[in-house]
Structures are given as C-alpha cells and as structure tokens.
C-alpha cells in the first residue's frame, strides 16, 4: 500500500492544500505540514495542479477472457490508468459470458492477476439459481442487453434481480424494431456502404420503447435502474417523468455528447457503435449533460480489419479510456463545463450509484485515489499513444486543452506523463 504525501496540491476551488496518504488511505488533509507530519521519506511536489478524486468508470468492454485479440484485462486496465481511470467495472459478454458464478470467478481471477487499476465486474443475467449464486461473489451489479432478449424475456429476467439489492443495468434498444429496421433497410444493396443508414436501423424509437418498457418493469418489480449510453433527448424526457417514480439513474457517453451521425460521413464505419450516433432530429449534446448522473467510457475496443466491414457486418464499439478526459477537460477550458461537474459525473456519482465504498472523493480515511490536472497542457489526440489494443478514434487529431499528468491509486503512482506502472490491485467489494 502506498505511503506518501502529496504536497502543493490544488482542490477545484483553488485553495493549495497537502495529502498525507498511509497504508493506501488518506490520513489527513492539511493546509500546511508539519516536521512531524513528514512520516515518510517519499514527498512529491505537484506544483499546484489540480486533484480531483480518482475517475470512476463502470462502463468498460475489456474482452477478457475469450477474445483477448480485441483487449485484455492489462492492455485495457493500462489504458484506464493513461486515461486518469483508477476503478472500472467491466461489462459481461466475453466469452463465457459473465452470467455464472464459474465465469464469474474465472474472470475476477483474471482481474486479480492483470489489473493495473482497482475493478469490479457486472453479471449477466441467466437464469435465478445464477443470479443466486453470482450474488455470493458480489457483483456491483446485473447487466442485460434489452435488444437481445423479447418482452416475456424481459420480465422474467428483471424479476431474478428483485432480491439482489444491486443496480440493474441496461443496454435499451427495443428487439422488435431493431430486428425488423435492420431486415428492411439491409434489403437495398446501397445500404451495405452507406453507413449513415445503420444510425435509422438501430433507430431512437427503439431506445424510447426499450426505456419505457424498462422503466415498467422496475415498478413492477422495485428494482434500482441504471441506464447506459442514453442517445436522444426525447428519451431523456421520458426519463425525466419517471425519476419521481422509479430509483433511476443514467449514464452518458462522450461520443453520443460529442458526435452526431454526420460523423459517419466523415469518419467512416469505424464509428459504428450500439446504441449509434444520432440525428440532429435526436442526439444529445453538451447542453443536456446537467441531466445525467454519470459519464461511462463504453470502452469497446475492436481490430481494425473487424470496423472497416460494411454497414451490417463491421463490429460496433469506440475505445473511450484514453480521450474522455481530454474532451471533458477542453469544455472545462472552454467555459462549457465546471471541474465540480466533472467529479461528480466521473467519479463522486459512480461511487455513489454502485455504493462502492471508500472511493469517488478526496476526504479523510477514504481511497487515496488522485487524479493530478495540467489544465494547461494542449494537443492532438494521438491513437499511437494509446495502452489500448482498440487503435482507432472517431476523436483522433481533435485537439485538447487539459489532460491527468499523474494517476494514483491507493497512494501508488499508477501512470505519470505517458507511462504506466503495476501494483497490487484489488476487487472493489
């Protein structure tokens, strides 16, 4: 565990203050140190940068085990830590899917050995002697992929959650209208190359349905939802109605806030994703980020050869570890956004949502988990940088004024100034 003291450190509200971290914990906060506060030989000056607690993303596809050509748990955990990252949770359809207690334990075991971040894992949803026994192994929470499953499915799947107290998480895209969409329109041939069509075949009234249909079903059955990737403001109005009824909370993505379905036009196939990119009838923007609870990365890491098949074949998912925090930090500069929103919506309301405990802020005797801030610091998104094996980015060239110089995870320098180090990691519940 790691024993230092950080020194000269900016809060977001400008004041300077110093962390003296022990056994991986904050021990204290002082405006100033003493000789005797100097319990350890290892002080580091951070020259009044700015820390905020360490980010928290509990949206990520790492692809381990069973399709590690995409990802694995060290390539994408390092990719974590470059990216200012020092918990994630990863999603469950690797290969076995995530929705037994053997797969689940395979899987943390994996994690154990190759993190280079804290983690957890969600469960996929199978049957209720499953749900049952995961429940023993403390998920942080179940996942289902609505546009995978029929209604009746549906119901019987969100009732194995009742007794569980864990958030549910849901990917909502309504099977039906995804399934008819995709057989009608792949049926003209100039589709196969005109990928602009995907974002209609996966269309924004599937997401409506599918939220509607969810948040049904968690009355029904009084569950905690947690909806991922949120896509289109008609949605989020819907959402809105039902937050006085129903414990709900929802997730944004940085490519649903910063890219709308031109972007196909430009970028190409490789920003195909799940839910896609939307119309400017439809798509979210930074203006409605004040009404999400959190940000998740959806970090979905393909080959290249896998995106740059046609509409309906090539692979949906963008990496998103290594240039959230560049995009989120530029509106900071920009005026756009406030460093206290971008704690709460990358680390202090994920702690919260997924009750992990001891992390998401920098107080006493919690996780001396830091994320250190050079909102100076300009450039270019450069995918030759990236930890991640995903090298694409429909953001690669953007610039970005701010990025993390240093990750720390419980007291231990995780990454600093490009590269990135090892230490004991753990499971986070």
């Avoid at 996929?124 to 029929?150: R, W």
């Avoid at 509409?311 to 920009?334: D, F, H, Q, R, Y």
Wanted: proline share 4%; aromatic share 6%.
């Amino acid at each position: 565990m790691g024993n230092i003291i950080l020194k000269n450190c900016k809060t977001i509200d400008n004041n300077i203050t110093n962390l003296i971290i022990e056994n991986g914990k904050i021990k204290n906060i002082k405006n100033s140190l003493l000789p005797s506060d100097k319990t350890t030989d290892k002080i580091m000056d951070i020259h009044e940068n700015i820390i905020i607690p360490g980010l928290i993303d509990t949206h990520v596809h790492l692809r381990d085990p069973g399709l590690t050509y995409k990802e694995t748990w060290e390539s994408g955990s390092q990719a974590a830590a470059h990216g200012g990252y020092t918990t994630i949770i990863d999603m469950p359809n690797t290969i076995p899917v995530t929705d037994t207690r053997n797969a689940f334990l395979e899987k943390k075991e994996i994690g154990k050995k190759k993190s280079y971040v804290d983690f957890a894992l969600q469960a996929g949803v199978k049957s209720q002697k499953d749900v049952e026994e995961i429940q023993k192994e403390n998920p942080a929470a179940y996942k289902i992929f609505m546009d995978l499953h029929t209604n009746k499915e549906l119901d019987e799947m969100f009732s194995f959650i009742k007794q569980t107290n864990k958030p549910l998480c849901l990917h909502c895209e309504d099977k039906t209208i995804v399934d008819y969409n995709i057989k009608t329109l792949s049926k003209n041939p100039e589709n196969k190359h005109k990928t602009i069509t995907y974002s209609y075949a996966r269309s924004a009234l599937a997401e409506l349905i599918a939220v509607n249909r969810a948040i049904e079903l968690g009355k029904k059955y009084d569950l905690q939802l947690h909806l991922c990737h949120i896509s289109t403001r008609q949605t989020l109005e819907l959402i809105h109605e039902a937050r006085e009824k129903i414990n709900i909370s929802i997730e944004a993505t940085p490519h649903h806030i910063f890219l709308d379905n031109n972007t196909y036009n430009t970028y190409g196939i490789k920003a195909k994703t799940n839910p896609p990119l939307r119309d400017k009838n439809h798509n979210i923007t930074l203006n409605n980020l004040s009404e999400f609870d959190s940000i998740g990365t959806d970090h979905a890491p393909h080959t290249i050869e896998e995106k740059e098949k046609d509409t309906w074949t090539s692979a949906a998912g963008i990496p998103g570890l290594e240039t959230t925090l560049k995009l989120i930090l530029t509106e900071v500069n920009n005026n756009n956004l406030t460093l206290q929103q971008v704690v709460n919506l990358l680390s202090t309301n994920p702690a919260k949502i997924f009750k992990i405990p001891n992390k998401g802020q920098i107080t006493k005797n919690y996780d001396a988990d830091i994320t250190v801030l050079d909102m100076k610091e300009t450039g270019k998104i450069n995918i030759d940088t990236f930890y991640t094996h995903g090298k694409y980015s429909p953001f690669e060239n953007k610039s970005y004024k701010g990025n993390n110089i240093m990750t720390i995870n419980r007291g231990n320098i995780i990454c600093e100034n490009d590269e990135v180090y090892k230490h004991d990691t753990k499971y986070i519940y």
